[in-house]
T-cell receptor, first 111, second 114 residues
Framework: QQQVKQSPQSLIVQKGGISIINCAYE??????FPWYQQFPGKGPALLIA?????SEKKEGRFTISFNKSAKQFSLHIMDSQPGDSATYFC??????????FGTGTSLTVIP | KAGVTQTPRYLIKTRGQQVTLSCSPISGHRSVSWYQQTPGQGLQFLFE???????NKGNFPGRFSGRQFSNSRSEMNVSTLELGDSALYLC?????????????FGSGTRLTVV
């Protein structure tokens, strides 16, 4: 059973546009929601993260929006650049420190 | 500061063989976790070790095993390889005092079973 559901599977955005990736979870015990960015041939790297007591967190062009009642969170990439082309994973973590990852979104930013 | 080092980077094995993958965590990190990454299933948790003890285990068959040494280096072993074991195996290390922010992934070992 997929603990964290991620969509879309792939996304193509024009340079300068907004990329939006969505995730949903069921387990209300999750208390930390990170997003990871993965380039080909590399392991995932932490991009930005949020805790459920906050509805939004912004770091540069990257913003997480969190809706606790709907059990959904999303990543917004403003002014998307070709260098943002990568695979993005959402994740959720609860007691026991075990990460549950979404299935990933392949983002392509067209120049 | 060196990152998480995984060796080898690439492996080709025959069905039925066994394989051992190695992970050297960031110096000072005592927690090591292993993940399997496939296009269809994404990142699946295998197990986590801390101070040479397995703390958590994912839902994988007993053919998948691991261990951690006193210097925090970890190895993962897969016996009786199956074609479906072809995947990118990722290791992540963590400084236990750093909260969730402390996870760092290696670049992985790409295993191909033929």
């Amino acid at each position: 059973q997929q603990q964290v559901k991620q969509s879309p599977q792939s996304l193509i955005v024009q340079k300068g546009g907004i990329s939006i990736i969505n995730c949903a979870y069921e387990n209300t015990a999750f208390d930390y929601f990170p997003w990871y960015q993965q380039f080909p041939g590399k392991g995932p790297a932490l991009l930005i993260a949020i805790r459920p007591d906050v509805s939004e967190k912004k770091e540069g062009r990257f913003t997480i929006s969190f809706n606790k009642s709907a059990k959904q969170f999303s990543l917004h990439i403003m002014d998307s650049q070709p260098g943002d082309s990568a695979t993005y994973f959402c994740a959720a973590i609860g007691t026991g420190n075990q990460f549950y990852f979404g299935t990933g979104t392949s983002l392509t930013v067209i120049p | 500061k060196a990152g998480v080092t995984q060796t080898p980077r690439y492996l080709i094995k025959t069905r039925g063989q066994q394989v051992t993958l190695s992970c050297s965590p960031i110096s000072g990190h005592r927690s090591v976790s292993w993940y399997q990454q496939t296009p269809g299933q994404g990142l699946q948790f295998l197990f986590e070790y801390f101070s040479e003890t397995q703390r958590n285990k994912g839902n994988f068959p007993g053919r998948f095993s691991g261990r951690q040494f006193s210097n925090s280096r970890s190895e993962m072993n897969v016996s009786t390889l199956e074609l479906g074991d072809s995947a990118l195996y990722l290791c992540a290390s963590k400084n236990m005092g750093a909260g969730y922010y402390g996870y760092t992934f290696g670049s992985g070992t790409r295993l191909t079973v033929v």
